[in-house]
């Protein structure tokens, strides 16, 4: 789970649907995880059904593993949008997932909010395990034949990898470190311990490197031991992310503080008046003019860039207006969809100043 602008998070995959106005996309590093699950779980499983069944369960295990997560972050989603925030993207990928999500009007959530939204994806999977447990028994008949009853049973394997995926995936989500949900926890508790919310990422995100040293540490152990490989490989991955994204993570943190106390509007070129997009370009400009067409904002006329004839020949396209009030996080948000180049500032009804892309372009110097 994520929070904050899409301006700072890339992403590549493949749009595989919806959830409300937020696409859901099947990172393309999920195909590497595709393959060493068939492929690695492929030949044990063929010891016991023919061989292209075993690879078929193998792909179906991780299927399964797929449907998880896609569970774990749709509830992210549907409570966070419950709680007023936007679901930008759900994203699933070779370690896991995560959801983009924007407080109302882009800001980032509060502590309340961060707890409820941070519990949702685990408890989700955890809920999920305890309807399949309940399945298997119910398969077995008794608690001591479900190991027996579900390893001669196609329908009883599935539903075997649908508990151990969710029981997994929703209590190592809880480990106490950043990205994974427990280090949303940690954050929201030291935040509201201390009151500042620096405090509890800089804690949790360090827990997350901790946690992400300790399972790389684990993976070596397996190595030595002389355990199947492909375990140690997916532990070392998986400790490898953790540790990559808590460091990450501490990158940001003067970022994300700068972002929340930016004044945006320091940034805006103000307008100095208005033209009609059908009138000849003005020999001499002064500023930067407000271009409308029927009455209605279509754009701007920079002086640098006016060529003419028209003023419609030279002007630069706005895709949306802000409000002069509006937050810095509200600002972004709406310059981050993927059309907009330039916004119209407005206050009192009228347009007092335009951004584009490049004012918002934030150098080292800014957050030093």
Not at 5 to 25: D, E, H, K, M, W
Not at 161 to 169: G, H, I
Not at 322 to 331: G, N
Request: hydrophobic fraction near 50%.
């Amino acid at each position: 789970m994520k929070f904050g602008s899409r301006l700072f998070q890339p992403n590549a995959g493949l749009t595989i649907g919806r959830i409300g106005s937020a696409p859901v996309v099947l990172g393309y590093s999920w195909l590497v995880l595709a393959a060493i699950m068939v492929f690695g779980l492929g030949p044990n499983l063929a010891e016991g059904f023919r061989s292209w069944v075993g690879y078929a369960l193998a792909a179906c295990y991780g299927l399964v593993l797929l449907l998880s997560v896609f569970i774990h972050e749709a509830a992210h989603a549907v409570v966070g949008n419950r709680l007023g925030h936007r679901s930008e993207r759900i994203v699933l990928t070779f370690l896991g997932g995560h959801t983009d999500l924007s407080g109302p009007e882009g800001r980032r959530p509060a502590n309340r909010d961060l707890l409820v939204i941070a519990l949702a994806g685990p408890l989700a999977n955890l809920v999920l395990a305890l309807i399949a447990g309940s399945a298997m028994l119910l398969l077995a008949h008794a608690p001591e034949q479900v190991v027996s009853a579900v390893s001669d049973h196609l329908g009883g394997q599935i539903i075997w990898a649908f508990f151990w995926s969710n029981l997994l995936l929703g209590a190592f989500n809880l480990l106490p470190g950043l990205p994974l949900d427990g280090g949303q926890l940690v954050e929201s508790a030291v935040w509201a311990a201390t009151g500042q919310r620096r405090t509890g990422t800089t804690a949790a995100a360090w827990s997350g490197i901790v946690i992400g040293c300790g399972i790389i540490a684990l993976a070596v152990t397996i190595i030595v031991t002389g355990r199947p490989f492909v375990v140690a490989l997916g532990a070392a991955a998986t400790g490898g992310f953790i540790a990559y994204a808590g460091w990450q993570q501490l990158a940001r943190i003067p970022l994300l503080v700068f972002v929340d106390d930016w004044d945006i509007f320091t940034r805006m070129r103000p307008v100095v008046g208005t033209i009609e997009a059908r009138e000849p370009v003005p020999d001499s400009l002064s500023g930067i003019l407000a271009v409308t067409s029927g009455g209605a904002l279509v754009g701007y006329l920079d002086p640098a860039a006016a060529r003419g004839p028209l003023v419609e020949d030279s002007m630069v396209l706005i895709s949306g207006t802000v409000e002069r009030s509006a937050s810095t996080q509200a600002v972004i948000h709406e310059m981050t969809k993927p059309e907009t180049w330039a916004v119209g500032v407005i206050e009192n009804g009228r347009c007092v100043g335009v951004l584009s892309q490049p004012d918002l372009e934030i150098n080292k110097d800014d957050i030093a």
